[in-house]
């Protein structure tokens, strides 16, 4: 979806509204399993504007904070893992004679865990760490419309450049055929003191870069999705001088926020040790656009989904995060960790996010075209029978 302004809350009161607000969206999901953090959201609306938002979880009451558009949500922890229970939401609008109270239907919950641990997160704001620094958002066009995605700085070991991972189609329309045009790339974009994401790069803790080019993969470039999910992987490169504008020093991108390590060994899927502290335990992260600003995340056992895309099965992050590091394993006092692996894709009725395996493919040839290409490139399609 293109960028924008969220409305929220806030209006005046309407004189003969006697309508409650509605409420919607819902997440997590009726019957949803959670972590042992866990973050509840719901968009709320009303034609005389929200007053308060309340999250009822096992019949106590918490307060919810507006955090872009008309999403309310409240971060709760200490659920005991196995557990069960149930919320829901109330709403009460700014109506005259007291207002108008609206209650959503009431979902249930169980909680994950076993193993070692439990804690999965479904859908939770990150903050903090060398992974957000280095994370950004990416704003980019692509046929007349303006689209966001994610993407994190990598080390590549190279002077003079600096380059991002992201999902290919943040880079390159395999429909129309063409690169994306008009990129920036906003790291940190969760500290903006601006309302969300735009190109004002004053308003963004560490400005904002714009990538010289891009470089995709022959197969993603030819395909169309979903026939060429298994390549959706890309690079975008960042000249070292004039690329940057706005809030701070400039220079370098990997300098100035820092780079997360590009990890392209198999990976740990599937190793029968369920729950946080085990060795598949995957944190995927980004700028989902329902909740822009903030920096999502979602952590849990990986496995494997049509057998040539890693899965996150409850991650429950949406559009915008595209492109987003996968980490593992995260260290979750420093924000550091490799990134195997970026979001991809996902279902468009249940849960769970894809992501392209970075191991085992041309990944890494991609990588060191990005490394060696002129910087004066209009974009680089790699043909894989020119990778080892």
């Not at 007053?51 to 409240?74: A, P, R, W």
Request: aromatic share 8%.
């Amino acid at each position: 979806p293109p960028p924008g302004k969220g409305g929220g809350g806030g209006g005046g009161g309407g004189g003969n509204d006697t309508t409650p607000p509605d409420i919607t969206n819902l997440i997590p999901a009726d019957g949803a399993t959670i972590g042992t953090t866990q973050t509840f959201s719901a968009e709320v609306t009303d034609a005389s504007g929200v007053k308060s938002v309340s999250f009822i979880v096992d019949g106590q009451s918490f307060n919810g904070s507006l955090v872009g558009g008309d999403t309310y949500e409240v971060t709760l922890q200490g659920f005991q893992s196995g557990a069960s229970g149930t919320w829901r939401v109330s709403a009460k609008d700014r109506a005259k004679k007291g207002g108008n109270t609206g209650t959503s239907a009431t979902n249930s919950y169980t909680v994950g865990g076993g193993g070692s641990g439990g804690g999965i997160v479904t859908n939770g704001e990150w903050n903090g760490g060398a992974v957000q620094t280095a994370a950004g958002r990416i704003l980019f066009a692509m046929g007349g419309s303006t689209f966001v995605c994610s993407g994190t700085a990598a080390t590549d070991g190279t002077s003079g450049r600096s380059v991002i991972v992201t999902a290919a189609h943040c880079v390159y329309d395999d429909v129309a055929k063409a690169f994306a045009t008009n990129v920036l790339f906003i790291p940190n974009q969760a500290e903006t003191t601006g309302s969300g994401t735009d190109s004002n790069c004053n308003n963004d803790p560490l400005g904002c870069w714009a990538p010289a080019f891009g470089v995709v993969e022959e197969n993603w470039a030819n395909r169309t999705f979903p026939n060429n999910i298994p390549w959706d992987y890309a690079y975008y490169v960042v000249n070292d001088n004039g690329s940057h504008s706005g809030n701070g020093s400039g220079g370098a991108l990997d300098a100035a926020a820092g780079a997360l390590t590009i990890d392209f060994l198999p990976p740990n899927v599937n190793d029968n040790d369920p729950g946080e502290g085990s060795l598949d335990w995957t944190h995927a992260l980004g700028y989902s656009y329902s909740e822009d600003p903030s920096f999502r995340y979602c952590a849990e056992d990986m496995t494997i989904e049509g057998g040539d895309s890693w899965w996150l099965p409850s991650c429950q992050m949406s559009g915008g995060s595209s492109g987003g590091p996968w980490v593992q394993p995260m260290n979750e006092n420093t924000g550091s960790g490799p990134l195997m692996s970026v979001n991809s894709w996902g279902y468009t009725n249940s849960d769970g996010m894809g992501g392209p395996m970075l191991s085992g493919t041309t990944a890494q040839c991609l990588f060191d075209n990005a490394k060696s290409a002129s910087l004066g490139s209009n974009g680089v399609v790699v043909d894989p029978g020119t990778c080892p």
